[in-house]
């Protein structure tokens, strides 16, 4: 079959797989992190913002300027509208499946392709291909006679095509990667991933007899464009580099010699990521060593964690959303998995430091991990299904050419029935990202002992008002995790509904004692306080609560309405002032700043604000009275009773209304400048 013909069907399949399985994902709602990073990322919403995600909080947009581009393209064609978001998941999904299948078919058909230099150096006997490359090299002979040796994955070109199609397929349709493509802004996921296979594809054709050099430059392009994707991009220049020492040069004299200019660009982007990084602080608190789980005891966690990993690999059940933060407290919770895991690794490096594609393979399996999966904490999740996106395709390959290799073409066969399967799961797995409710009631019965997900359960139910399954759901939340802020402030919001300020202030101030830097557990303590009749202890939360958060409206009119029953007029007027600088259209606003106007002296300023209320609600006839008498204080008693009039024809019933438009008349007439009574 001619290279570029079954190609284009090798992608059509790929893509109608992919589509299949992926079918009923476009009304997935947004989900958890998909809230900051999209809904609430105000940087998304021009184009001129989308290259400076916000920096801070370690939301997943942060420092991954790329991921926050694909989401403002996103925002511009659909807005809120979550197909579009959907749309361009699974189309980098199955644009990295094809890449996959090109980057495979490649290799494994490179016989002859190499320019005769290379291959000599690599010790490839005449006209034979790559995966051979060490045939001198003591003990090879051996090692060649194993089903997953370099020479066993060195297939016949006759095959190559079915064998990449195999990889891509099985790769493309495993319910593993359900959570980077269903799950929308774990697009950061499958976004780098793409980069990292786009990074070898052009490498792969850089390096083909008679190349152009813009297949360097595009590897180029493509390696710095994942540093503004995600940290997973920066093991990429590493594994470049490996698969020209294992697959085309056969030597690292031969690589440096060579194309050592071109890995020294590829390590040079190293500098974007590095810069994105340090601008991020530690991704907001949310990675690094300065948090409150120690790289040991990180590292101890990974080991368990890699191995459950290598198992969902070959049975992908359970398969979690959120595995919460549990850490692993000593070897005796993860021994089973390092007598896997060690062993592996060590095989891995040896086999590839002896010019082996297995070796090469299962070093890029623990090369992909290692920035999430080492002793660098991630705060947010000690394991997530995500990381195994890439990953992944390691091991599958192996997979497929094992298969290949003890059973010939009837492997294929075993791979086709693998392929259902696996696509059918994938379906299945889709289905509990229904609803925000599903997909966490998913997580609750799979992994019982994560707090966050009745956490976020019991947020849900107290949105909907199913208050008690709100409240069952959120204390059982903080008995797993008393240090549970989110679920402590939620906890607070369930008895404010209920009625019952008092227990909501203690949930509240435990919040605020956990970190006194979240502004809005400072403005719900102070408005419990305001409710349970305590306002003067309110004014210090709301204060606190504006230090922290300056342009926030919310806590700066309550402050305001406080300081104003507390007959601290001088202090609340500055806070309306401003208020109503960024809400010029609260009626209610200018009515009340127009009250302390008045107490102050600042009539002048008063009448105006006051007419502004009434121009913002023409049909409150309470204003109208109260517009109605502070112009009959001016004196200007034909106005004042035309607002009374008015105020009387919108409620006919308005007794005040109607005893000062009487004491207005009556003014009027005598020529005496009485002023109306009362509001």
């Known amino acids: 079959m001619a290279f570029g013909r079954s190609s284009l069907l090798a992608a059509l399949l790929i893509a109608a797989a992919a589509a299949l399985a992926y079918h009923d994902t476009f009304s997935v709602p947004f989900l958890f992190d998909d809230i900051p990073s999209i809904v609430d990322n105000p940087t998304i919403r021009s184009f001129r913002t989308a290259w400076a995600p916000p920096p801070e909080n370690g939301i997943t947009v942060s420092g991954r300027p790329l991921l926050n581009l694909t989401l403002a393209l996103n925002h511009a064609w659909s807005g809120s509208a979550v197909w579009s978001y959907h749309l361009f998941n699974l189309l980098i999904h199955v644009t990295a499946g094809c890449t996959l299948f090109g980057i495979v078919r490649r290799t494994l058909e490179a016989k002859g392709r190499w320019p005769a230099p290379a291959r000599a150096v690599a010790g490839f006997p005449a006209g034979e291909g790559i995966g051979v490359a060490n045939d001198a090299h003591p003990g090879n002979a051996a090692a060649n006679r194993s089903p997953l040796s370099a020479t066993a994955i060195q297939s016949d070109s006759r095959d190559a095509s079915w064998l990449a199609l195999a990889v891509a397929l099985l790769w493309t349709l495993h319910p593993l990667q359900t959570e980077s493509v269903t799950y929308i802004v774990q697009r950061a996921e499958s976004l780098v991933s793409l980069m990292y296979l786009l990074t070898f594809w052009c490498f792969v054709r850089s390096v083909e007899p008679g190349a152009s050099r813009a297949w360097a430059w595009l590897a180029w392009l493509a390696c710095l464009s994942g540093m503004a994707a995600k940290e997973v991009m920066v093991t990429a220049p590493v594994m470049v580099a490996l698969y020209d020492r294992i697959f085309v040069a056969g030597s690292w004299k031969e690589v440096w010699g060579r194309r050592g200019r071109q890995h020294l660009a590829l390590i040079a982007t190293w500098v974007l990521l590095f810069w994105l990084v340090l601008r991020t602080g530690g991704r907001g608190g949310t990675a690094g060593f300065a948090g409150e789980i120690s790289p040991w005891a990180y590292a101890l966690t990974q080991v368990g964690a890699v191995g459950h990993y290598l198992r969902l690999i070959f049975w992908p059940q359970p398969l979690i959303f959120d595995y919460g933060k549990e850490i692993a407290r000593g070897w005796g919770e993860v021994w089973p998995a390092a007598l896997v895991v060690f062993p592996l690794l060590a095989a891995s490096v040896w086999t590839a430091w002896r010019g082996r594609a297995v070796g090469f393979l299962g070093v890029c399996f623990f090369a992909v991990l290692a920035p999430s999966s080492s002793f660098v904490p991630v705060l947010t999740q000690?394991?997530?299904?995500?990381?195994?996106?890439?990953?992944?395709?390691?091991?599958?390959?192996?997979?497929?050419?094992?298969?290949?290799?003890?059973?010939?073409?009837?492997?294929?066969?075993?791979?086709?029935?693998?392929?259902?399967?696996?696509?059918?799961?994938?379906?299945?797995?889709?289905?509990?990202?229904?609803?925000?409710?599903?997909?966490?009631?998913?997580?609750?019965?799979?992994?019982?002992?994560?707090?966050?997900?009745?956490?976020?359960?019991?947020?849900?139910?107290?949105?909907?008002?199913?208050?008690?399954?709100?409240?069952?759901?959120?204390?059982?939340?903080?008995?797993?995790?008393?240090?549970?802020?989110?679920?402590?402030?939620?906890?607070?919001?369930?008895?404010?509904?209920?009625?019952?300020?008092?227990?909501?202030?203690?949930?509240?101030?435990?919040?605020?004692?956990?970190?006194?830097?979240?502004?809005?557990?400072?403005?719900?303590?102070?408005?419990?306080?305001?409710?349970?009749?305590?306002?003067?202890?309110?004014?210090?939360?709301?204060?606190?609560?504006?230090?922290?958060?300056?342009?926030?409206?919310?806590?700066?009119?309550?402050?305001?309405?406080?300081?104003?029953?507390?007959?601290?007029?001088?202090?609340?007027?500055?806070?309306?002032?401003?208020?109503?600088?960024?809400?010029?259209?609260?009626?209610?606003?200018?009515?009340?700043?127009?009250?302390?106007?008045v107490t102050l002296g600042r009539r002048r300023e008063a009448f105006i604000e006051l007419s502004t209320a009434v121009r913002l609600q023409p049909g409150n006839a309470v204003l109208r009275n109260e517009l109605g008498v502070m112009l009959g204080h001016f004196g200007r008693l034909a106005d004042a009773i035309a607002q009374f009039q008015e105020a009387l024809r919108l409620q006919p019933d308005f007794t005040a209304a109607r005893e000062n438009a009487e004491l207005a008349t009556q003014a009027l007439k005598s020529g005496k400048g009485a002023r109306p009574a009362s509001p």
């Open 382 to 597: 000690t394991m997530s299904e995500h990381r195994l996106y890439l990953a992944l395709a390691a091991v599958v390959t192996i997979l497929v050419c094992g298969l290949h290799a003890w059973w010939g073409r009837r492997g294929l066969l075993v791979c086709a029935a693998l392929a259902v399967g696996l696509g059918a799961a994938t379906i299945r797995r889709n289905h509990d990202y229904r609803s925000e409710q599903a997909i966490w009631e998913d997580t609750m019965a799979k992994r019982p002992g994560n707090a966050r997900a009745p956490g976020i359960l019991g947020a849900i139910h107290e949105r909907a008002d199913r208050l008690e399954q709100a409240r069952s759901l959120l204390e059982k939340a903080i008995a797993l995790a008393p240090d549970y802020i989110e679920a402590q402030n939620n906890l607070g919001g369930v008895w404010v509904k209920l009625d019952r300020p008092d227990l909501a202030v203690e949930c509240f101030r435990r919040a605020a004692a956990l970190d006194p830097r979240q502004a809005m557990v400072l403005h719900n303590l102070g408005s419990a306080l305001i409710a349970s009749g305590h306002p003067r202890d309110a004014v210090e939360p709301l204060e606190q609560s504006l230090r922290l958060e300056p342009d926030r409206s919310e806590p700066r009119v309550l402050l305001a309405a406080v300081l104003t029953q507390e007959g601290r007029l001088a202090e609340a007027a500055p806070h309306y002032e401003r208020y109503l600088k960024d809400h010029p259209d609260d009626a209610d606003g200018h009515r009340a700043f127009s009250a302390v106007l």
